[in-house]
């Protein structure tokens, strides 16, 4: 689809061509299209196609229709209305022998900060009046199949897989979050396998987006090279999930900047609002034909492991990520640094709780498009959200620049 195309469909009338990037917009919101690469940007936030932004020498620049009709419509056209009420099923990662990844220092693992997180996220959504379940509550064994078994059993509106990450680099830092790609669309991490099979999650392609993208904005450092943006990978939940299903992963644990994030409660609280926010968004830009009430129960596929079931935890390259770490970290390092091991979840007392102000995000909101950058709630424990980053930063691994090498218009070596 000629990029001429979007631009008229989406009434914008701006338009910035410069050597490495075309960008187009309407003065809230731009789209910053890198030629050759599958990198893109949405108001600052990196989000990654299926396929390359392709241009000729004769000025000619297209985008892959599939890419346009899943990603970047559902995202560019989307309007907030009145907020749905959502059966929200978060599923932190790993549990009991599978203690996921280890914290670089050894001090703590994964599956205990997924629980932690899951518990504020939960505590949360349910104050905003959700309704939420977790695929397991305390320090256990929970395989991949019994995630989306129980998601689809107890009729899930949106599933939320909650990890860290891993890498031998211990430079790569920052958070992703990653949703299934369409059927025979090339994932964005090191997996780059291509499927054509249907899988179960395919049939909210759109959805997935929106839901991936709604959290993935609100998540901390959206606009640092900490981005790594909105990625695509063919993970068992993702491809399983009875409902629109996102994972995101919090950070690296074998980065000590962001282990020392995620070792304090501050910050724990700081993604939590993050991710719920984000889901509170995605309620609200729920097509009227996208929401049932109550989802019918749907029977979990089974699954050929084709496919590798989780991430490798391995993500190759990002060395040129440096994270501008907030320099209050040490104060605030303090507060409540102890990632339970075997706490159990209180929920919160009722409708007294109610944060003064929350009630109002149940009603409409004037539909707009829903993605000005200024919707999202800057960090009050940094200062340096706010700073966009103008160099484009490909954080993708290598498998991802090999694949862009191959293709015609490549510019090689960004
Ligand atoms: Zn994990």
């Not at 990603?71 to 560019?76: G, H, K, S, Y």
Request: charged share 20%; glycine share 8%.
């Amino acid at each position: 689809m000629p990029l001429e195309e979007l631009q008229s469909e989406l009434g914008w009338t701006q338009r910035v061509a410069h050597a490495e990037s075309i960008a187009i917009g309407d003065g809230t919101n731009r789209l910053r299209l890198f030629p050759g690469l599958r990198r893109t940007e949405i108001n600052g936030l990196t989000v990654w196609l299926h396929n390359p932004f392709q241009t000729s020498s004769n000025g000619d620049s297209r985008l892959n229709a599939v890419d346009v009709a899943q990603v970047l419509r559902p995202i560019l056209q989307a309007t907030n209305s009145t907020r749905r009420s959502l059966r929200v099923m978060l599923d932190p990662g790993h549990g009991g022998e599978d203690g996921g990844a280890v914290a670089f220092d050894g001090r703590w693992q994964e599956s205990h900060f997924t629980l932690d997180l899951a518990w504020r996220i939960r505590k949360r959504l349910e104050r905003q009046g959700f309704v939420v379940g977790c695929t397991r509550e305390d320090d256990r064994f929970v395989s991949l199949d019994e995630r989306t078994a129980t998601a689809a059993v107890w009729r899930a509106h949106v599933f939320v897989s909650l990890h860290a990450n891993y890498a031998h680099n211990h430079e790569a830092t920052g958070r992703e979050t990653y949703v299934l790609p369409v059927e025979g669309g090339q994932a964005t991490a090191e997996d780059s396998r291509l499927s054509a099979r249907f899988c179960l999650g395919n049939s909210n392609n759109v959805l997935n987006t929106l839901l991936g993208f709604s959290i993935h904005r609100q998540l901390p450092g959206r606009l640092q090279s900490a981005d790594r943006g909105l990625r695509r990978a063919r993970y068992q939940v993702l491809r399983d999930a009875p409902c629109p299903a996102a994972l995101v992963e919090c950070g690296f644990l074998s980065n000590s900047n962001d282990v020392k994030l995620l070792s304090g409660g501050w910050y724990r609280d700081r993604l939590a609002r993050a991710i719920a926010d984000g889901i509170a968004d995605y309620a609200r830009m729920l097509p009227d034909m996208a929401y049932d009430p109550m989802p019918p129960t749907v029977a979990p596929e089974v699954t050929t492991n084709d496919l590798p079931e989780t991430a490798t935890n391995e993500a190759p390259e990002a060395a040129t990520n440096d994270m501008p770490v907030a320099a209050t970290n040490d104060a605030l390092e303090a507060v409540t640094n102890d990632i339970p091991k075997t706490s159990t979840y209180e929920a919160p007392e009722a409708a007294t709780n109610v944060v003064p102000g929350k009630a109002e995000e149940a009603t409409a909101k004037p539909g707009t498009n829903a993605i000005p950058v200024e919707a999202v709630n800057p960090s009050p424990a940094t200062t340096n959200e706010a700073a966009p980053t103008e160099a484009p930063v490909e954080a993708g691994p290598a498998e991802t620049l090999n694949s862009e090498r191959s293709t015609p218009n490549t510019q090689v070596g960004r």
